[in-house]
């Protein structure tokens, strides 16, 4: 999986760096919807149907907060038009996949299917849809912002540089070596997550702008929190921005600073500075993210990638966010690419 995502991945920034000014979010989009739909349905990369499938999955997103209204000229009736073509296509997809080796998450999809005796079609067709729109959207967003927070912070671009060329490099074979060709060679997952400088990075786009900034959760059984009872059966928000702008764990909460990673320790619940509960870009518990994993690793691999390749300028440094359905960039985030020079 790991060369395929790098595949996507470098291929995307070369049409970059041959182009004068990028509009980032949309390219961020393709490139998630084009990663997730193959890594994870396993269609192929050069097939002509994703590019399809990803214009009907924008019309689908684009009515899907609308009211539910089901009358010509409403954006549900949009929306409910789309999912048709979207289910058809994906129909066919499945047919495809079925006929060869299916990826893991197809073949345990199918199998939980089969488990479970339901209508294996349908069931097939909404998990793949829901698996497509909580990968991609989530995907571009975090790829997006990191241009973002990346353009604005050379001096945390140096220390990625220093990191990846001194751990992917010069551990390998004690000679200075082209950092860029090295690590494209030696790419794997361990390799990736000795990276600890990455993943603070990583963590820090997350926090400041996690993809889904709350979730619901429908109350079981009725507890006390602050003093206010939760009666059973109620829906509940947690925020997930809101914890962490507001978490005593990060000072100066507002600050892009991978640094504070280093005191920090995301996966314990215990003690000073323990921030289990209080960074939850993927949730916690039974309805946590599944695609967690994999979505770390894309982001890790899309950074590694394009902090190597490229220097880009943003054409707006301080661009407004716009917070629904995901946050990025409100205009998008023009930026201009040119190939790295300096190392
Ligand atoms: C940076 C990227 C991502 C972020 C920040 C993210 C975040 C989240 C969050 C917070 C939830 C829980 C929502 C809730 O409370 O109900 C969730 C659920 C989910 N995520 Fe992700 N996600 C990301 C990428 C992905 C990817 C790539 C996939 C596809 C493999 C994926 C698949 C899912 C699914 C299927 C659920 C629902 C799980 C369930 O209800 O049991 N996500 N995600």
Redesign the pocket.
Known sequence: MIPFIQDCVTSVLTDWKSRRDIVTYPECKQMAFRI?ACA?IGIKPNEHKIGEMHEIFEDFTRSIFSIPVNFPGFGFRQALKAKKQLHAIIREVIADVQKGPSTPVMTAIFKSSEALGEDREESLIEVVV??LF??HE??AS?TTNSVMFLGQRKDVVKKLLDEIRHKLCYEQNDMVVDGYDCATDSLSFQKINELKYLNNVVNEV?RLL???GA??RKVLKSFELGGFLIPKGWVVMYG?RDTHITSPVFENAADFDPDRWADIDASSSHGHNKARFQFL???YGA?????KT??QLV?KIFIIELVQQCEWQLRNDRPKIRFAPMPVPADNLTIAVKPRTVK
């Open positions: 997730s994870l829901d698996l909580a990968g989530t995907l975090a997350l996690p993809p889904a979730g619901y997930i870009p993927f949730s309805r946590g993210c599944i695609g994999f979505a982001l």
